[in-house]
């Protein structure tokens, strides 16, 4: 039987709770497809499957991992559309197919909705299987470990800001951490709308890449408090949307930097979920705060294609070697990272 490489964690902890395994190959059973993977694309999802999350429980031992691109290697029972050497993509989010939620294309609200690598096996092994419903081409112009790096963090920014906050031409958002993967893609994003952006980095160097995105105004927020200089750039006015994912570091100034009738809305707490909230700025400024978690795969279908039309591009730091996915995770625990990090099996 042949045998493959793959990440396992089988408790929560540090690096060392990464493991290198062999299993066998998978088969795919009815409506799956069986993927030869190219390249691995990693998200901070992947450090809170290791280190655990306080009141929330991972089915381990789990394979982690949502994003990936490579190449179909077997089809199950069904399957249409597809053929064996099809390079393609990995859409990370999992549905029923068959509730109303699904069929209204909104399938990230079906109840039974998951994530690859979070509640069911993910992608960091040479091979896989997921339901055919599950990929998608793989823009011609992008290389396997740029197609790996897109999925999860670009439909994520795009059903913050075009679903869920509505963003329109000719307002101003403020995106956080606009080098992080979901900042990049909110970044660009937002610019193709036609927002005027404003963004925050931390050090020069990262407000250089992300001014490089085409944010209008790059905040260094190590150097000067964010708040005041959203001020200072709209002349006290404000913005209309922030763009948060941040949470406790930045929540507060966050709600300061939105105008009257603003919409604040957020995919994530890096730092934090336990943000302080004053319900009299909330109706006084008759403000929305807006949760948002993942997308449609229908919407991640158009980000593909404005890929393809050279729109929209990947943000990658480095790729590395499967087997050195520990320092991978210390890059994006530490912030080192200036861009994406992907792994290569």
Same mark, same amino acid.
């Given at each position: 039987?042949?045998?493959?490489?793959?990440?396992?964690?089988?408790?929560?902890?540090?690096?060392?709770?990464?493991? +290198?395994?062999?299993?066998?190959?998978?088969?795919?059973?009815?409506?799956?497809?069986?993927?030869?993977?190219?390249?691995?694309?990693?998200?901070?999802? *992947?450090?809170?499957? +290791?280190?655990?999350?306080?009141?929330?429980?991972?089915?381990?031992?789990?394979?982690?991992? =949502?994003?990936?691109?490579?190449?179909?290697?077997?089809?199950? *029972?069904?399957?249409?559309?597809?053929?064996?050497?099809?390079?393609?993509?990995?859409?990370?989010?999992?549905?029923?197919?068959?509730?109303?939620?699904?069929? =209204?294309?909104? *399938?990230?609200?079906?109840?039974?909705?998951?994530?690859?690598?979070?509640?069911?096996?993910?992608?960091?092994?040479?091979?896989?299987?997921?339901?055919?419903?599950?990929?998608?081409?793989?823009?011609?112009?992008?290389?396997?470990?740029?197609?790996?790096?897109?999925?999860?963090?670009?439909?994520?920014?795009?059903?913050?800001?075009?679903?869920?906050?509505?963003?329109?031409?000719?307002?101003?958002?403020?995106?956080?951490?606009?080098?992080?993967?979901?900042?990049?893609?909110?970044?660009?994003?937002?610019?193709?709308?036609?927002?005027?952006?404003?963004?925050?980095?931390?050090?020069?160097?990262?407000?250089?890449?992300?001014?490089?995105?085409?944010?209008?105004?790059?905040?260094?927020?190590?150097?000067? *408090?964010?708040?005041?200089?959203?001020? +200072?750039?709209?002349?006290?006015?404000?913005?209309?949307?922030?763009?948060?994912?941040?949470?406790?570091?930045?929540?507060?100034?966050?709600?300061?930097?939105?105008?009257?009738?603003?919409?604040?809305?957020?995919?994530?707490?890096?730092?934090?979920?336990?943000?302080?909230?004053?319900?009299?700025?909330?109706?006084?400024?008759?403000?929305?705060?807006?949760?948002?978690?993942?997308?449609?795969?229908?919407?991640?279908?158009?980000?593909?294609?404005?890929?393809?039309?050279?729109?929209?591009?990947?943000?990658?730091?480095?790729?590395?070697?499967?087997?050195?996915?520990?320092?991978?995770?210390?890059?994006?625990?530490?912030?080192?990272?200036?861009?994406?990090?992907?792994?290569?099996?």
């Amino acid at each position: 039987m042949a045998t493959m490489r793959c990440i396992v964690v089988r408790e929560h902890g540090g690096f060392d709770r990464l493991l +290198r395994e062999e299993r066998p190959v998978p088969a795919p059973g009815p409506g799956q497809v069986l993927i030869h993977t190219r390249a691995i694309g990693l998200n901070h999802l *992947d450090t809170w499957v +290791r280190r655990g999350v306080p009141g929330h429980k991972f089915p381990l031992p789990l394979v982690p991992s =949502s994003d990936a691109a490579g190449v179909v290697a077997g089809l199950g *029972d069904g399957v249409v559309g597809l053929r064996e050497g099809d390079e393609v993509v990995v859409l990370p989010g999992v549905s029923c197919g068959s509730c109303e939620a699904c069929q =209204s294309g909104v *399938d990230q609200l079906c109840r039974h909705y998951h994530i690859l690598g979070e509640s069911c096996d993910g992608t960091s092994a040479e091979y896989f299987c997921v339901p055919a419903a599950n990929v998608a081409p793989k823009p011609a112009g992008l290389s396997f470990v740029e197609g790996a790096a897109i999925c999860l963090v670009f439909q994520t920014a795009w059903n913050m800001l075009v679903r869920r906050a509505e963003l329109r031409a000719g307002e101003t958002v403020l995106v956080h951490a606009g080098l992080s993967g979901v900042g990049a893609a909110a970044v660009q994003i937002a610019r193709l709308l036609g927002a005027q952006v404003i963004a925050t980095a931390g050090g020069p160097e990262k407000c250089g890449k992300v001014a490089a995105l085409g944010a209008h105004h790059v905040i260094d927020y190590r150097a000067v *408090d964010f708040a005041d200089e959203v001020r +200072r750039i709209t002349g006290k006015a404000g913005v209309q949307v922030v763009f948060e994912h941040v949470g406790e570091a930045t929540f507060a100034g966050s709600l300061k930097c939105l105008q009257r009738g603003g919409r604040l809305v957020t995919c994530g707490a890096t730092t934090g979920g336990n943000v302080p909230l004053s319900l009299h700025a909330v109706f006084f400024k008759s403000l929305s705060i807006l949760g948002s978690t993942m997308g449609s795969k229908g919407d991640l279908r158009t980000i593909l294609r404005l890929f393809e039309q050279g729109a929209l591009r990947a943000v990658v730091d480095r790729s590395l070697p499967m087997a050195e996915v520990g320092e991978a995770h210390r890059l994006l625990e530490e912030r080192q990272a200036l861009g994406k990090i992907v792994l290569v099996p």
